[in-house]
């Protein structure tokens, strides 16, 4: 069985969880593939959320074999049979270990800035991760948990092999497993979309967990949150709708790949429009089979019209609460949303592109209406150049910012972040009351 990213596998491992509803539960994401799945199951037991932080000891020179695991509060966890087998030495294990050690505090400073650690003394700690391989490193962070006073340790994850359920057992009260499929090779096989979790990803999830949520008073769900099939001309283009209590206005998203609905970037962006009070429309440009015709990502004039095809479908659903509109598009994606703006006018409140090709659509630019914000990495010169070109176009209000230390994907710490806001202030600024 195949999870479609760590949104969905984080919504059915919840599913298994339920009878922990009620109880007094933190749920600890392991970073960083850990913390989106987490995140959804914290949501589903309206529980805290935070992070539980420990680091792999890789063999020397083949580090994808673990040796052991590391984790706060000193734990340490060795297998002796890798060490030997591997030929280790003493001091080669200790050099890797201060070197993970290093790297665990850092990150534990970075993903917590600002937050206080969940306490643990007497409640039900689960401990998240979006697929356990060998164990140790779940292992570790169980230890953790119960070394920080958790009265009951609970080990979830979407995917993992039989033996590793036993393995879990020594250190855990209850292991929960979705899918424990044979053979096993590596955790993302089961995974169509399993790119990295960048630490900005992280920390952005972390920071809209600020409130704590209790068991007793659940937030207020979207009005509409759902997988939808967009029709763009003869297609359908798979997608996916959120859109909270009284939303002043729904974005739709463009990305040039085809992988608008599937993108973390995209999705982080889209998660701080939805906690601002916006709609979002994820939903795929180009089917797989388009996409995998690399000449389709560089049809602006395709991309475009499905952009258009794709906003009179949202204003004609029956259930659509009549808005404003915005585009939030990203590399060649950018390009088709200002091409698209151009052709519906008035009827698009807003543009922001992030890392975009606005050149691609240069004879376009003069026509479009929709006041427009190019954000750009102080890294990526060629298309800070690009960008310049275009502002310079353009005819309507429009803004250039640049993100210090940033390159084209956003993927520094921080980096993403800052996008999420430039996006969501110039909407909120933009989008009609």
């Known amino acids: 069985?195949?999870?479609?990213?760590?949104?969905?596998?984080?919504?059915?491992?919840?599913?298994?969880?339920?009878?922990?509803?009620?109880?007094?539960?933190?749920?600890?994401?392991?970073?960083?593939?850990?913390?989106?799945?987490?995140?959804?199951?914290?949501?589903?037991?309206?529980?805290?959320?935070?992070?539980?932080?420990?680091?792999?000891?890789?063999?020397?020179?083949?580090?994808?074999?673990?040796?052991?695991?590391?984790?706060?509060?000193?734990?340490?966890?060795?297998?002796?049979?890798?060490?030997?087998?591997?030929?280790?030495?003493?001091?080669?294990?200790?050099?890797?270990?201060?070197?993970?050690?290093?790297?665990?505090?850092?990150?534990?400073?970075?993903?917590?800035?600002?937050?206080?650690?969940?306490?643990?003394?007497?409640?039900?700690?689960?401990?998240?991760?979006?697929?356990?391989?060998?164990?140790?490193?779940?292992?570790?962070?169980?230890?953790?948990?119960?070394?920080?006073?958790?009265?009951?340790?609970?080990?979830?994850?979407?995917?993992?092999?039989?033996?590793?359920?036993?393995?879990?057992?020594?250190?855990?009260?209850?292991?929960?497993?979705?899918?424990?499929?044979?053979?096993?090779?590596?955790?993302?096989?089961?995974?169509?979309?399993f790119s990295q979790t960048a630490d900005s990803e992280v920390t952005s999830i972390l920071d809209s967990q600020t409130v704590s949520v209790s068991p007793s008073l659940p937030s207020d769900p979207p009005a509409l949150d759902e997988d939808v099939s967009v029709l763009a001309g003869s297609v359908r283009l798979e997608g996916h709708l959120t859109v909270p209590e009284a939303s002043r206005g729904t974005i739709l998203f463009a990305h040039g790949s085809g992988s608008s609905r599937l993108s973390p970037r995209n999705r982080q962006v889209a998660d701080s429009l939805n906690r601002a009070g916006l709609g979002t429309l994820l939903f795929d440009l180009l089917t797989p089979s388009e996409e995998s015709d690399r000449a389709n990502v560089f049809d602006i004039g395709l991309l475009a019209r499905r952009l258009v095809d794709g906003t009179s479908w949202l204003t004609n659903r029956d259930s659509w609460p009549q808005q404003p509109i915005g585009f939030f598009g990203a590399s060649t994606g950018a390009a088709a949303a200002l091409w698209a703006a151009s052709e519906l006018g008035d009827a698009i409140s807003a543009v922001v592109s992030r890392g975009g090709r606005p050149d691609l659509a240069m004879h376009r630019l003069a026509a479009v209406r929709a006041p427009t914000l190019l954000i750009v990495g102080g890294l990526d010169s060629v298309v800070i150049d690009l960008n310049i070109e275009a502002r310079d176009a353009l005819t309507c209000e429009n803004r250039l910012e640049v993100v210090p230390g940033a390159s084209h994907l956003f993927e520094e710490p921080g980096a993403l972040d800052r996008v999420a806001d430039l996006a969501r202030d110039w909407f909120l600024a933009h989008l009609p009351s």
Do not use: C, W
């Open 1 to 193: 069985m195949m999870f479609r990213d760590r949104i969905e596998a984080g919504r059915r491992l919840a599913e298994h969880l339920r009878h922990l509803e009620g109880q007094d539960v933190v749920v600890l994401g392991l970073p960083r593939g850990g913390v989106p799945v987490a995140q959804q199951v914290a949501q589903a037991l309206h529980a805290p959320l935070d992070v539980i932080v420990v680091r792999k000891l890789g063999v020397p020179y083949q580090p994808e074999l673990a040796m052991g695991a590391i984790g706060e509060e000193g734990v340490r966890i060795v297998d002796q049979d890798i060490v030997s087998m591997a030929g280790v030495t003493p001091r080669e294990l200790d050099r890797v270990e201060r070197r993970e050690r290093e790297e665990l505090d850092r990150r534990a400073r970075l993903f917590r800035r600002g937050h206080r650690r969940q306490e643990l003394k007497g409640r039900v700690a689960i401990i998240v991760d979006d697929g356990i391989a060998t164990g140790s490193t779940a292992r570790a962070a169980a230890q953790v948990a119960r070394a920080l006073g958790a009265a009951r340790v609970v080990v979830a994850t979407p995917v993992a092999p039989i033996e590793v359920r036993a393995r879990l057992g020594r250190d855990a009260d209850e292991v929960v497993v979705v899918e424990m499929p044979q053979p096993f090779n590596a955790i993302g096989q089961f995974y169509l979309d």
